[in-house]
Each structure stands twice: as C-alpha cells, then as structure tokens.
C-alpha cells in the first residue's frame, strides 16, 4: 500500500560555528549547552530553533549573548508536529482532492476521517463519499496550515541592535538520557579485578555530534516535569547573565555529587546505546562469606570487600550492577555466578554483593523448647550447619530477637550485637564436617 502523500514546506535556519557540552545524570535527564551563531535582521523578529530533543524540557531553558546585545521577550515551544491525521484535521470543512489506486478522483468538502475511512461531500450535488483509507494513493491540498512544524521547534521573539550574525549560548534540560555503570568482576580466590563500563543511552530524539561529555553520579532531587501533548506551548525562558592519549574520565567532587569528564569529545546518535571505560581494572582484596538467618531455609553465597586503597581499589563507586564471573580451571573459560546491585559508595566504604543461594552449605534453625516464665520467654534455640564443600568456609548468622530487652545464656559461641534487636554469630567450619550452635535466649513479653 502506498502512502498518503502530502505536501510539506519547512523552514530550516543553519547555526553557525556549533559547539555542544552534556551532562548526563543517572535519573534519565541531562543538561545541554549549545554555543552557536544566529544571523538576525535589526529590530523585534521571531526566530525558529529546532535542533533540539523531542524530550527537551523548555521551561528550564536559560539564554545569553555575547555582551548582552540581543534581548529574549518570549518564547514558544512548538510540538504540534505534521502528520497525516493532523493536517486533515485543519482541513475538515475545507475542500480536497483525492484520488484511489484505480486513479480514480474524488473532490469535495471533508466531513470527517478515522482509521478506515474519509468522508468527502460533493459541494454542487452534497453526495457524500465513503473511501476506504487503504485504497488511497494520493491526497492533494491546498497548502501546509499554519503553525505546524516537522520536528519540535522554538520559537524565539528576539530584538537585535543591528543586522548580523550573533553568538549565543543556551542551556537547557532534557529528558531521554541516561547513564548507568556496570562493573565486571573475575573472581580468583581472595581477589576481584573489577572493571567499571558507563553505559550511555539516548532516547531523546536528538543526535550529538562531536561533544564535550559529563556524567554526574549521585541522587539529584529532579521533580517530574507536566508532560505535553501535541500542541504549542509559551514557555517562560530564563535570561542569563555572561560570566567573565585514549579517551578517559576524571572524577571529582561537585556539590554533593561525583562529576565524570571525558577527556576527548565523543558523538552519541539519537536513539544509540555506548558503552566506554570508567576507570582502569583495579584487583581488589576480597572476602567470601556465607549468610543465614535463622529460621530460614536459604545460604547465600556473598562477596565482600572494602572500597579503599589499601584493598587495592579506592574509587568512588556509581551505582550499577556488579556482574561476577570465575574461571574453571579445567579449560579457562569465565563462568558466570551471579550479579547484585552496588549503591552510590564513597571511600573506605564497605560492599556486599550476593552471588546466589548456596548448593552445598545447608543450614536449618530448631526451637527446642519454649516456656514461658512471668512476663519473659525462654527458648532453648539450635542452628546445624553442613559444610559439604570441599574447602573451609565462614558463615555469619543473623538472629533476630524482636526486643531489645533480652539475656543469651548456656551458648557455645560468641557474638556481636547488629543492632538493638539482632545478632551476628560468625562461624568458620571445616570442609565436609557440620557445626551445632545452641543457646538459651530469654526475652521480656511487653
């Protein structure tokens, strides 16, 4: 089937000497500043500036010039872009022209059109026509309506001292980008080497050609801007004043953010996912530890470590997800054995990441008895622990007692207190032998 075929005039203005910087946040926004030239004539006129992102959030845009010689009176955001079914719609009551495959031709006043069919009335004899949109071949009318646009435009009202060319400079939020960390890690027995890939995706509807890149980790308080539909909009704009090897990113502090640069430009098309290099791979010191609580069914298998220099890492981590993978000795090949989710985390912080519920480290929780003496319970409390594993392993148990007011007497392990409420209990069992913890507890009934 072919298409409708409607005739379509835009304006297009060419902005000189384009130079583009981004900023990227972890939230799906980002930050974009254009410099660029404008040629005006003298006096009040509007300017239409479309390379902008169909998500853009026009509202946030902030404007300057070079010596403040150009003044900004207002601003509309034009979205209500040209389609098929949207032109018609300016053209209902107006006369068109129609013909079909058969090259038969149709004029008249159009009634109305949905997704089958258009209705044309005859203006001498007021026949009315039914024809099926499937057996178009081609639409003519008389012109484009006014106020519409092929890609979503602004439209400036500007007054210019002189006729030239003027270089300006905009920032502006849009929605449609993001950037999110993932972090490889091989396993190889007490050490990690972690390798850190930014992933930047683009779904904003504006390519970026040749830019200088920023990414910013950290939660920044955003509101959820008014969504738009089709349309135009007067959007308020904020008038600003003028202040006086291989590619990499160098991190700093920004407010109470982590700021990324890259060091060279880069290109990121309209709806492309990229991928580059955080830092350089760090070996890291690790801890492999197994944890239970009690009363549960489940072992996880989980991997610790501390984020510092002396472990061998020492980077302020953005969040992502940690993928980890360990070798099989037998033919060198990286398996894969889990992933988990990392936080934002600063210096000298420490990570847990889960690998997965363990095979061959069974544990199960037993009450052995239970009295009640005056307002407290005592418990008589028992935890088996199964190493089959070939190797020695260190489990840590979690005991939640529900109340801060409570004595653990006759047990045959020591402890450190989690919070109020729970315990730890640490364990280190030998390979293909089982471990018996027991206790009392006595907790006060409120």
Known sequence: MKKIILCLLALSFICLNAKENLTIYNDNFAVVRSQFDIQLEKGVQNYLFDDIPSQIEATSL??????????????????????????????????????????????????????????LQDKSTKELYLLNKYELKNIRLKNLPDNFYIKPTLNWQINAPDKGNYPVDISYITRGLKW????????????????????????SGKAYNDISLKLV?????????????????????????????????????????????????????????????????KTID???????????????SKVI???SKSKGLGEPLPK????????????????????????????????????GKAFDVIAKSKVIKDTKIGNETEREMQITIENKKKEDIKVRIL????????????????????????IYIERNIKAGTTDNISWTQRVKNY
């Open 62 to 119: 902030v404007f300057k010039s070079k010596d403040n010689k150009l003044k900004l009176f207002a601003q509309n955001y034009e979205y209500d872009l040209a389609n098929s079914d949207a032109i018609l719609r300016k053209y209902l009551n107006a006369q068109i022209n129609i013909i079909l495959k058969d090259n038969s031709d149709f004029s008249g006043i159009l009634i109305f059109f949905d997704n089958q069919s258009i209705g």
């Open 305 to 307: 470590f501390t984020n």
């Open 180 to 203: 999110f960390v993932t972090y490889n890690a091989v396993l190889t027995g007490n050490t990690m080497e972690l390798t850190p890939w930014v992933t930047l995706d683009n779904q």
């Open 399 to 422: 005991h939640n007692l529900y109340n801060g007011n409570y004595t653990i007497t006759k047990k045959n392990f020591n402890y450190t207190e989690k919070d109020a409420y729970s």
């Open 320 to 355: 992502g997800i940690v993928k980890m993978y360990l070798k099989d000795t037998a033919d060198n090949n990286l398996e894969f054995v889990g992933e988990d989710n990392v936080n934002h985390t600063s210096l000298d912080q420490k990570v847990e990441l889960t690998m």
């Open 217 to 281: 980790a950290g939660d920044v308080n955003k509101m959820q801007p008014i969504q738009v539909r089709g349309g135009r909009s007067n959007a308020g704009a904020i008038m600003a004043k003028e202040d006086l090897a291989s590619p990499s990113f160098e991190e700093k502090q920004f407010a109470d953010f982590r700021l990324y640069t890259l060091s060279q430009n880069v290109s990121v098309q309209d709806k492309q996912t990229k991928q580059m290099i955080l830092f350089d791979p």
């Open 286 to 300: 690790i801890e492999k530890i197994y944890d239970y609580n009690s009363m549960s069914a489940e072992v996880f």
